[in-house]
Nanobody, 115 residues
Framework: QVQLVESGGGLVQAGGSLRLSCAAS????????MGWFRQAPGKQRELVAT???????NYADSVKGRFIITRDNAKNTVYLQMNSLKPEDTAVYYC?????????WGQGTQVTVSS
């Protein structure tokens, strides 16, 4: 089992920045990709960004050039640096980890961007 704990959410004005962290614990060996997803009220959960153990990254078009995903393999932690935030970035942000054929979710952290 893998446990994921997110932190760093909060309230920020449009144009501001936040940094999310997700720390993995438990059976963290062979975690491959990790990523961030988000879910706004009344909408489906959507991919924000992913990063592999080899540090290859992938981003949703809506966040390219504004968000940066990084990973510290030694600490089993993934980060999401969010810059130039917009009100439409308001959502609960979830961390996800992939291990073999299984995946795990964190509990989510709220990000609210005011206009």
């Amino acid at each position: 089992q893998v446990q994921l704990v997110e932190s760093g959410g909060g309230l920020v004005q449009a144009g501001g920045s936040l940094r999310l962290s997700c720390a993995a614990s438990g059976s963290t060996f062979s975690i491959n990709a990790m990523g961030w997803f988000r879910q706004a009220p009344g909408k489906q959960r959507e991919l924000v960004a992913t990063i592999t153990s080899g540090l290859s990254t992938n981003y949703a078009d809506s966040v390219k050039g504004r968000f940066i995903i990084t990973r510290d393999n030694a600490k089993n932690t993934v980060y999401l640096q969010m810059n130039s935030l917009k009100p439409e970035d308001t959502a609960v942000y979830y961390c996800k980890a992939y291990q073999y054929t299984r995946s795990y979710w964190g509990q989510g952290t709220q990000v609210t961007v005011s206009s």
